[in-house]
Protein backbone atom coordinates (compact mmCIF):
# COMPACT_ATOMS: atom_id res chain seq x y z
CA UNK A 1 0.00 0.00 0.00
CA UNK A 2 1.65 3.11 -1.45
CA UNK A 3 1.37 5.97 1.25
CA UNK A 4 0.17 9.27 0.56
CA UNK A 5 1.78 12.95 0.92
CA UNK A 6 -0.69 13.67 3.94
CA UNK A 7 0.31 10.46 5.65
CA UNK A 8 4.06 10.87 5.73
CA UNK A 9 3.80 14.54 6.94
CA UNK A 10 1.76 13.37 9.68
CA UNK A 11 4.44 10.51 10.39
CA UNK A 12 7.14 12.36 10.23
CA UNK A 13 5.74 15.05 12.92
CA UNK A 14 4.55 12.43 15.34
CA UNK A 15 8.62 11.14 15.18
CA UNK A 16 9.64 14.53 15.21
CA UNK A 17 7.54 15.06 18.42
CA UNK A 18 8.77 11.20 19.69
CA UNK A 19 12.48 13.09 18.94
CA UNK A 20 12.11 16.11 21.13
CA UNK A 21 10.46 14.55 23.94
CA UNK A 22 13.14 11.79 24.29
CA UNK A 23 15.70 14.52 24.26
CA UNK A 24 13.64 15.91 26.58
CA UNK A 25 13.12 12.63 28.56
CA UNK A 26 17.38 12.33 28.76
CA UNK A 27 18.03 14.87 30.82
CA UNK A 28 15.54 14.10 33.30
CA UNK A 29 16.70 12.19 36.18
CA UNK A 30 15.33 8.89 37.42
CA UNK A 31 12.92 9.16 40.45
CA UNK A 32 12.93 5.45 41.85
CA UNK A 33 17.40 5.52 41.28
CA UNK A 34 19.39 7.90 42.69
CA UNK A 35 22.34 7.12 41.60
CA UNK A 36 24.23 9.43 38.59
CA UNK A 37 25.05 5.49 36.62
CA UNK A 38 21.64 4.36 36.01
CA UNK A 39 19.50 6.27 33.11
CA UNK A 40 17.44 5.48 30.08
CA UNK A 41 18.41 6.33 26.99
CA UNK A 42 15.46 7.41 25.18
CA UNK A 43 16.91 7.99 21.66
CA UNK A 44 18.45 4.58 20.62
CA UNK A 45 14.85 3.09 21.62
CA UNK A 46 13.54 5.38 19.42
CA UNK A 47 16.29 5.64 16.82
CA UNK A 48 15.31 1.49 16.70
CA UNK A 49 11.46 1.95 16.76
CA UNK A 50 12.16 4.45 13.56
CA UNK A 51 13.49 1.21 12.09
CA UNK A 52 11.76 -1.40 12.59
CA UNK A 53 8.46 -0.06 12.03
CA UNK A 54 8.12 2.97 10.50
CA UNK A 55 10.62 1.96 7.28
CA UNK A 56 11.83 5.19 6.44
CA UNK A 57 14.02 6.01 3.68
CA UNK A 58 17.31 6.33 5.52
CA UNK A 59 20.69 6.67 3.63
CA UNK A 60 24.11 6.35 6.25
CA UNK A 61 24.31 10.24 5.49
CA UNK A 62 20.97 10.82 7.16
CA UNK A 63 21.79 8.53 9.80
CA UNK A 64 25.00 10.29 10.48
CA UNK A 65 23.20 13.83 10.00
CA UNK A 66 20.71 12.43 13.00
CA UNK A 67 23.27 11.40 15.41
CA UNK A 68 25.29 14.84 15.22
CA UNK A 69 22.42 16.42 15.94
CA UNK A 70 21.50 14.31 18.67
CA UNK A 71 24.96 15.13 19.96
CA UNK A 72 24.90 18.56 19.53
CA UNK A 73 21.82 18.73 21.21
CA UNK A 74 21.99 16.25 24.57
CA UNK A 75 26.04 17.64 24.90
CA UNK A 76 27.70 14.72 24.45
CA UNK A 77 30.80 14.31 22.71
CA UNK A 78 30.46 14.41 18.91
CA UNK A 79 30.41 11.48 17.40
CA UNK A 80 29.12 9.44 19.94
CA UNK A 81 25.30 9.06 18.99
CA UNK A 82 26.48 9.39 15.29
CA UNK A 83 28.84 6.08 15.37
CA UNK A 84 25.88 4.41 17.59
CA UNK A 85 23.25 5.06 15.06
CA UNK A 86 25.34 3.92 12.34
CA UNK A 87 26.43 0.51 13.94
CA UNK A 88 22.48 -0.09 15.11
CA UNK A 89 21.81 0.42 11.72
CA UNK A 90 24.53 -1.89 10.08
CA UNK A 91 22.93 -4.40 13.14
CA UNK A 92 19.28 -3.95 11.70
CA UNK A 93 20.31 -4.30 7.90
CA UNK A 94 22.57 -7.72 8.61
CA UNK A 95 19.25 -8.57 10.43
CA UNK A 96 17.07 -8.15 7.75
CA UNK A 97 18.87 -9.47 5.15
CA UNK A 98 18.76 -13.30 6.92
CA UNK A 99 15.08 -13.45 8.54
CA UNK A 100 11.89 -12.09 7.61
CA UNK A 101 9.98 -10.23 10.50
CA UNK A 102 6.49 -9.99 9.75
CA UNK A 103 4.62 -10.32 13.03
CA UNK A 104 5.10 -7.91 15.91
CA UNK A 105 6.55 -9.93 18.39
CA UNK A 106 9.35 -10.82 15.99
CA UNK A 107 9.47 -7.14 15.65
CA UNK A 108 9.33 -6.37 19.40
CA UNK A 109 12.80 -9.18 19.58
CA UNK A 110 14.33 -7.39 16.91
CA UNK A 111 13.57 -4.03 18.73
CA UNK A 112 14.92 -5.48 21.77
CA UNK A 113 18.22 -7.23 20.64
CA UNK A 114 19.19 -3.71 18.48
CA UNK A 115 18.40 -1.53 22.13
CA UNK A 116 20.37 -3.30 23.74
CA UNK A 117 23.34 -3.54 21.45
CA UNK A 118 23.06 0.13 20.74
CA UNK A 119 23.30 0.96 24.45
CA UNK A 120 26.51 -1.26 24.74
CA UNK A 121 28.01 0.50 21.74
CA UNK A 122 26.92 4.18 23.43
CA UNK A 123 28.36 2.84 26.74
CA UNK A 124 31.66 2.05 25.13
CA UNK A 125 32.03 5.29 22.76
CA UNK A 126 31.48 7.70 25.69
CA UNK A 127 34.74 8.71 26.99
CA UNK A 128 32.37 10.08 30.60
CA UNK A 129 30.77 6.82 30.92
CA UNK A 130 33.82 4.72 30.02
CA UNK A 131 36.00 5.54 32.86
CA UNK A 132 32.55 4.83 35.07
CA UNK A 133 31.65 1.48 32.81
CA UNK A 134 30.63 -1.41 34.85
CA UNK A 135 28.56 -4.20 33.86
CA UNK A 136 25.81 -4.17 36.30
CA UNK A 137 25.41 -0.39 35.17
CA UNK A 138 25.28 -1.17 31.62
CA UNK A 139 22.70 -4.25 32.07
CA UNK A 140 20.59 -2.03 33.97
CA UNK A 141 20.41 1.13 31.68
CA UNK A 142 20.13 -1.39 28.74
CA UNK A 143 17.15 -3.13 30.47
CA UNK A 144 15.81 0.31 31.32
CA UNK A 145 16.21 1.55 27.20
CA UNK A 146 14.91 -2.00 26.45
CA UNK A 147 11.44 -0.73 28.41
CA UNK A 148 11.80 2.95 27.06
CA UNK A 149 11.81 1.02 23.84
CA UNK A 150 8.95 -1.46 24.48
CA UNK A 151 6.63 2.12 25.10
CA UNK A 152 7.99 3.62 21.60
CA UNK A 153 6.98 0.31 20.70
CA UNK A 154 3.64 0.14 21.78
CA UNK A 155 3.20 4.08 20.80
CA UNK A 156 3.92 3.65 16.88
CA UNK A 157 2.07 0.34 17.01
CA UNK A 158 -0.95 2.03 17.97
CA UNK A 159 -0.72 4.91 15.55
CA UNK A 160 -0.42 2.77 12.50
CA UNK A 161 -3.83 0.92 12.74
Same mark, same amino acid.
Given at each position: ??????????????????YILAII @??? /???? #? &??? !???? %??? +??? $??????????????????? @??? /???? #? &??? !???? %??? +??? $?????????????????????? /?GLLIFI???????????????????????????????????????????????
Open positions: MKKTQATMKKELQVTSFF @LSH /LPLL #L &LNN !SFYH %VDF +LIP $LFACILVLEKHVLTLFKIF @LFG /LLTD #L &LLG !STLG %VYA +LSF $LLIFTVYYFFIQFIAFKTNMQK /LTFFGVFVESLTNIEELNNLAINHLIINSLLSSLAGGFFFLIMSLKRS
